[in-house]
């Protein structure tokens, strides 16, 4: 076995998301032995979902890449004495993290959150324990021993982060901006560089020859530069919130618009909260590339002013600065790791807490009626209590760093002032040139306080931009090639062939097996089945919204995989059980596209979907503002705004999932009625329980675990007295 950094430090990745400790583990462990994979491989082998990964995801992803695995549980002392390292284990019963190492001294832990830890015996057993035996504690563990198919394996491309040359790029497009910068900061620095020399003057020419005149003039130079500066200031100050403003702006559109490129099946496998904590993440990048960057930049060119300064007063003096603020550096740098592996850990904290915020306001209904509310605010709480923790921890680091720095800044200071004062008793120096000196090391600290903070902002910016290329860098669903098809012929049957899909997750079943029929067009298909059947999943697969493990689906001979699944929906409507109404006026959540708006068109559907009487009630008719997600509607009012937007449409095909669920009997009646009519002429998919819905479709699709168990009209199937049959007759009286 050929493990590749038995005498270096064990190889460290962090994971981006809350829920990928697990590939983000296996992906420290491959790079162990020798191959470099990239994490979303891992994560589409190991099917990571929204909850995460289990054992077995990460087990069936490593025997895909090459290795042998074996999991279970392990007591404690077969653990250190048995165990061939490193291995994963299961940590606090809701992470996974590596065991690289273990000694009678501690065991040595790889946390994909950040961290290469020592923990003592007890320590680690409190956080692996599963449960404690007659043997001793009890944890779970997956070992892992590379086969020759492991090595065998070529590396990823790894596509490592441009990081701040990527940033800098945002800059770059204010050229114009950035040169009237430039010339401000060259009058300021001939400003700043005269400053020593005038106060140079004063002691030495006016003061020491007793010339009152020399040093009004010298005043008033001073008064003017200052006045120049300041308004110089002011003008950079509006021209660095110009820019932010932009940058922001920028930053942040980008990555709504990659977000709505992605498939669908993104958001199915990423916690809300990551993606929130992402567009939060821009502020760190706004504050780098805006006042800390650039002032760094211009901080750096002050520092090399006023360095030629001193050089030309003291050479020796400069040299103890330039020790000193070497000195001040390395001490700053040595917190950067120890800060970045805090970071990890306040991100994945922060994104949970808004995970958890976002949940209690949504779910306050349910929280109410049921009386949880104080179970949901103590796991809140519980959240809380660990930011602070982590919170107390990057204030005690910072603590340490700034009593640090400030300690050898001002043990510099004391060394220069001290030399400067001896070489002014020895008349190396006038009086004039050691406070010309003074003013010049004051101004010289302030680049190096800064370049101390653009550190630490600059590995903010630089976590945070790791985080937003991991998305930048996903395929979008829709190549930017010309290879797929933009023209649907509608006049064409779907077919299904053999359509296979699971949802992800290690341990899933098949929620589509072997599916095989057409959908004929012009029709009204209908497939019904128990709750769970794969009636929803087989509707989102006809929608592109998954892709399928295996089979196909076809537009007459034409691959669905072909087709562009911008162009398939435009010529879709669809009313999902799951559908959304957002926080706008009626008329915005039935026309979701503004410029497509036709009020009797508009008019027509609302009447269709008998809503007439609710709009006339409202005191701003179509104008009325309903909540995000349908607040202040009922159920079957945003069920009718649903069907008639997706009416609104006028599509070619109509998917309707359950869409008259929650309305009573007469609107249910009318509205079907209304749909048999709008029906006719196009392809309709009907997913239903109600005899009333789906009785009149042409076709009849029954699914029972994912598989169809019989099909054809309605008479036909009752005839049979199979499933559909038996499905039905607890609805209505079949014998009417």
Request: glycine share 6%.
């Amino acid at each position: 076995m050929r493990a590749v950094y038995t005498t270096k430090r064990f190889p460290l990745f962090r994971q981006h998301d809350m829920m990928d400790c697990g590939p983000t583990c296996l992906r420290m462990i491959s790079k162990f032995y020798g191959r470099n994979f990239n994490v979303d491989r891992i994560r589409n082998l190991s099917r990571i979902s929204k909850t995460g990964v289990s054992l077995l995801g990460i087990s069936k992803a490593a025997e895909s890449i090459g290795f042998q695995t074996v999991g279970g549980r392990i007591n404690f002392g077969k653990l250190l004495e048995s165990v061939h390292f490193p291995c994963i284990v299961h940590w606090q019963k809701k992470h996974f993290v590596i065991v690289y190492k273990a000694t009678n001294r501690g065991v040595y832990i790889a946390d994909p959150v950040g961290s290469l830890s020592k923990y003592s015996h007890k320590e680690f057993i409190e956080n692996w324990s599963y449960r404690e035996t007659d043997q001793g504690h009890e944890g779970i563990v997956l070992l892992l021993k590379p086969l020759d198919a492991f090595y065998v394996q070529p590396d990823d491309a790894i596509q490592h982060s441009s990081g701040l040359v990527f940033l800098l790029s945002y800059i770059l497009k204010f050229k114009k901006l950035l040169f009237q910068l430039f010339l401000g900061f060259c009058v300021s620095s001939l400003i700043m560089f005269m400053s020593p020399f005038l106060t140079k003057a004063i002691l030495d020419v006016g003061v020491t020859e007793h010339n009152l005149q020399f040093i009004y003039y010298i005043l008033l130079g001073q008064i003017i530069l200052s006045v120049s500066q300041i308004s110089i200031e002011l003008i950079r100050s509006w021209i660095f919130l110009h820019i932010s403003t932009r940058i922001n702006v920028s930053i942040i559109t980008e990555f709504l618009f990659k977000l709505t490129r992605l498939p669908l099946s993104f958001f199915d496998t990423r916690m809300t909260g990551d993606i929130l904590q992402r567009i939060t993440d821009h502020k760190r990048i706004e504050a780098f590339l805006t006042n800390n960057s650039l002032n760094a930049i211009f901080s750096l060119m002050t520092f090399f002013v006023f360095g030629i300064v001193l050089a030309n007063y003291n050479m020796f003096i400069l040299l103890i600065f330039l020790i000193g603020s070497t000195l001040y550096c390395l001490w700053t740098a040595l917190f950067l790791k120890k800060r970045k592996r805090l970071d990890y850990k306040k991100f994945e904290l922060l994104a949970k807490n808004q995970m958890q915020t976002i949940e209690i306001i949504n779910g306050i209904n349910e929280i109410k009626i049921n009386d949880c509310a104080t179970q949901k605010l103590w796991s809140w709480e519980s959240t809380q209590a660990k930011l602070f923790k982590v919170s107390t921890s990057v204030l005690s680091l910072s603590q340490i760093q700034q009593i640090g720095a400030h300690f050898i800044n001002q043990s510099k200071n004391i060394m220069i002032s001290f030399l400067s004062a001896k070489a002014v008793i020895e008349g190396q120096l006038t009086i004039g040139e050691m406070l010309a000196i003074q003013f010049v090391i004051g101004q010289m600290n302030v680049p190096l306080d800064q370049l101390s903070s653009f550190l630490q902002t600059a590995q903010d910016a630089k976590i945070s931009t790791e985080r937003l290329e991991q998305i930048q860098r996903l395929d979008d669903e829709e190549p930017t090639t010309d290879s797929l098809i933009n023209e649907v012929d509608v006049s064409q049957n779907i077919v299904i062939e053999d359509l296979t899909f699971t949802y992800p997750g290690a341990g899933n079943t098949a929620s589509i097996k072997d599916v095989s029929f057409t959908i004929p067009a012009g029709k009204v298909t209908a497939i019904v089945g128990a709750s769970g059947s794969g009636k929803t999943t087989l509707l989102k697969l006809l929608l592109k919204v998954y892709d399928a493990d295996s089979g196909k689906i076809k537009l007459g001979n034409t691959s669905f995989n072909m087709i562009s699944p911008k162009a398939w929906r435009a010529g879709c409507g669809c009313v999902m059980q799951d559908g959304y109404l957002f926080s706008d006026t009626i008329a915005r959540n039935i026309v979701l596209n503004e410029n497509e708006l036709d009020t009797n068109k508009l008019v027509d559907v609302i009447r269709s979907v008998n809503l007439s009487d609710y709009v006339s009630e409202q005191p701003l008719g179509l104008n009325t503002q309903i909540g995000s997600q349908g607040k202040g509607v009922s159920g079957g009012q945003r069920q009718r705004l649903l069907i008639a937007r997706a009416l609104y449409k006028e599509p070619d095909y109509l998917f309707l999932d359950e869409a008259t669920s929650a309305l009573d009997a007469n609107n249910e009646k009318d509205i079907v009625e209304n749909l048999k009519v709008f029906s006719r002429g196009r392809t309709v998919v009907v997913i239903a329980h109600r005899l009333s819905t789906v009785r009149d479709a042409d076709n009849i699709v029954v699914l029972e675990k994912g598989g169809i168990i019989e099909s054809g009209s309605h008479h036909e199937l009752v005839g049979r007295k199979g499933y559909y049959y038996n499905l039905i007759k607890n609805q209505l009286e079949l014998g009417n």
